[in-house]
């Protein structure tokens, strides 16, 4: 009996991950999955060290790694740009390799729409 692989194929789904202030980051989240750009946006709480123009900051943030189409990243950036209280936010990119294929099924038809 041949074993099958636990990972299937990720086709065509990224992770975006973005920090945002604690108190913008569900209506974010929604905005994003209420466009259907998005399937899923989990929230965590994260602390972040960086130096910013010059001055070193210790901030509370929120981040947010969301799960999309490849072929949606470039509209979920334009929006996180336009919803985004940040100069400049963090915007990051991640290819999906592989993962579990109901999931991954499913990311891709959340994603349909508009």
């Known amino acids: 009996m041949e074993k099958k692989n636990a990972a299937e194929p990720a086709r065509d789904i990224c992770v975006i991950y973005s920090t945002v202030p604690p108190h913008n980051s569900a209506e974010l989240a929604r905005s994003l999955i209420g466009r259907n750009l998005v399937a899923c946006v989990n929230i965590s709480p994260v602390r972040s060290l960086y130096r910013w123009k010059g001055e070193l900051c210790d901030d509370e943030e929120h981040l947010l790694i969301i799960k999309t189409r490849t072929e949606r990243a470039e509209a979920v950036i334009r929006a996180i740009k336009e919803l985004h209280p940040y100069e400049v936010p963090e915007i990051i990119i ?13 990311v891709h038809e959340e994603t349909q729409g508009s």
């Open 94 to 106: 991640l290819p999906v390799i592989a993962g579990h294929a109901p999931y991954l099924d499913w």
